[in-house]
């Protein structure tokens, strides 16, 4: 195993349920509607294969195929998004690196899937990614980014559009963040803020791109983003995954968050609230800083 992972106790910020998924005490229904995320990420550094098992339990055979949920106490077979349909498959990618599962599941199950990711076209952005996983062929692989550059430089030129309209300036710095709520922004930005292509769907993307392996393509891909007028410079994951250098000092300073600080922004556009973590809510398990570490050492290696 890379990295320990508490997988008893229940008073961190990050906690593991009866189910093996990652939950968040924030309240509510603890993060259960997120959770295949957060549990894809706890798999990626800690290598233990029950939290591959924790996410191949919530999906479930029907006459279509494979259907799935959010956690296995919701009873929606049908609430699935782009982003847990994407997670689901970056475990499977790494449960057949690891040995966990054999090629044949992973492909079966992804030809399983694939009425639900031909239905409209985000998700038949995530099927080329599918295919590419299936077969790492070259055409694929090409296929993939000619898809991807064109859509990915457009919603990001869209969003130079918008953000220069709106003259909020760019994301902020964690030291200096504050929250803002929609009560904050004016009428005119709170509309505005509501068309940009969102940060986690940026997220996603980039964490297509880490499973990738190197080419000219990814590095025209990683710079269209890199590029981006307002991109994050502070979200060190993403930096780390597009190849940029961040240094050691930048992630020593970096502090746990709620809220999965790499998938939002620090300033106006962001679309969800984030606070920095007590210290006895992270004395273990902060798992935003323990992703950020095992990035850094893959990007060493």
């Known amino acids: 195993m890379k990295t320990l992972f508490n997988d008893t106790g229940t008073d961190q910020y990050y906690f593991i349920d009866e189910w093996n998924m990652c939950l968040v005490n924030n309240g509510g229904d603890l993060g259960r509607g997120d959770c295949i995320g957060r549990t894809f990420f706890v798999y990626f ?39 847990h349909l994407m997670y689901t498959v970056l475990t499977l990618k790494l449960g057949v690196k690891w040995g966990h599962v054999s090629q044949e599941y992973f492909q079966g199950f992804l030809n399983c899937i694939k009425w639900r990711l031909t239905k409209t076209t985000t998700m038949r952005g995530l099927w080329t990614f599918v295919k590419l996983a299936i ?10 980014y000619i898809i ?14 918008l953000q ?55 590095h025209r891909m990683s710079n269209v983003i890199l590029n981006y007028k307002y991109f994050d410079w502070y979200n060190l994951h993403m930096r780390l ?17 709620t809220g999965w600080r790499p998938s939002t922004e620090l300033g106006w556009t962001g679309r969800r609230g984030c606070r920095y973590l007590k210290e006895d809510e992270s004395e273990e398990n902060a798992l935003d800083v323990l992703v950020l570490y095992e990035l850094a050492q893959l990007s060493e290696k």
């Open 45 to 83: 550094i800690t290598e233990d294969i029950k939290y591959l098992q924790a996410i191949i339990q919530n999906w479930a055979w029907n006459k279509n195929g494979v259907v799935g949920c959010r956690h296995p106490e919701h009873d929606d077979l049908a609430d699935m998004s782009r982003d």
């Open 135 to 144: 077969t790492g062929n070259a055409f694929q692989r090409w296929l993939y």
């Open 148 to 161: 991807q550059i064109p859509i990915i430089w457009g919603s990001l030129k869209w969003n130079t559009i």
């Open 164 to 218: 220069n309209k709106a003259d909020m300036g760019y994301p902020g710095h964690h030291e200096d963040y504050i929250p803002t709520q929609p009560e904050d922004l004016t009428k005119r930005q709170n509309k505005l803020r509501d068309l940009l292509y969102p940060a986690y769907a940026l997220h996603g993307l980039i964490w297509e791109l880490a499973f990738l392996p190197n080419s000219w393509w990814k």
């Open 241 to 257: 995954i597009l190849g940029d250098c961040v240094s050691r000092e930048e992630i020593r300073n970096y502090k746990p968050m």
